[in-house]
């Protein structure tokens, strides 16, 4: 089946900085991509959704400013969580949509551990 | 009563065993999807299935679509099937919004 990739897989980092995760479709071209959160023992809660070349939407409650959002080919997008907090330690998933309609299909990659000391 | 619903909560086997996983909704779905997250969260997604059945290796999905429900099976199960298993459904015409099942917790015991 088709593959996502997320980079990198794991990430420490110190309160106050930005922190850049990449997800990658590696053998289809993804018109839509989707990213995730999941807290602990939670199932996952969608943060946004983007579609190449143009702005993410956004789900209530999260701040667009905080999660930045480029999806800038029909191969990648990234997630950049600025001013990471200790708060923002989660694990980040995203997924990456095939086709159209009836037709697509929805693909997810591995996942990013972020823990923000 | 939560729209997407899996059962067990938990399940705790012996190696080898046959294991089913079930997953009852209760809107009008496009599509459902398995997904197996492991201990360290790694995700890996087994299946999407809009009818009938899939199988790979020893991972069989199902889904009637009649009566709103999928079942996840392992046959041969082994200790490295441990892990958690949810279930997530594509909500019909809501432009690809996803519910989650809470996931059903796997042990297989050597």
């Known amino acids: 089946g088709a593959v996502v990739s997320q980079h990198p897989s794991w990430v420490i980092c110190k309160s106050g900085t930005s922190v850049k995760i990449e997800c990658r479709s590696l053998d289809f071209q993804a018109t839509t991509m989707f990213w995730y959160r999941q807290f602990p023992k939670q199932s996952l809660m969608l943060m946004a959704t983007s579609n190449e070349g143009s702005k993410a939407t956004y789900e209530q409650g999260v701040e667009k400013d905080k999660f930045l959002i480029n999806h800038a080919s029909l191969t990648l997008s990234t997630l950049t969580v600025t001013s990471a907090h200790p708060e923002d330690s989660s694990f980040y998933i995203c997924s990456a949509r095939w086709g159209s309609g009836s037709r697509s299909e929805q693909f997810f990659g591995p996942g990013t551990r972020l823990t923000v000391l | 009563k939560n729209e997407v619903e899996q059962s067990p909560q938990n399940l705790t086997a012996q190696e080898g065993e046959f294991i089913t996983i079930n997953c009852s909704y209760s809107v009008g779905i496009s599509a459902l999807h398995w997904l197996q997250q492991h201990p360290g969260g790694g995700i890996v997604s087994l299946f999407m299935?809009?009818?009938?059945?899939k199988k790979h290796g020893r991972l069989i999905a199902t889904i009637n679509i009649q009566e709103k429900h999928s079942s996840l099976h392992i046959t041969a199960s082994h200790p490295r099937d441990s892990a958690v298993y949810i279930c997530?459904?594509?909500?019909?015409?809501?432009?690809?919004?996803?519910?989650w099942g809470a996931g059903t917790k796997l042990i297989i015991k050597p």
């Open positions: 299935l809009s009818s009938g059945k």
């Open positions: 997530a459904v594509r909500v019909m015409d809501s432009n690809y919004q996803l519910i």
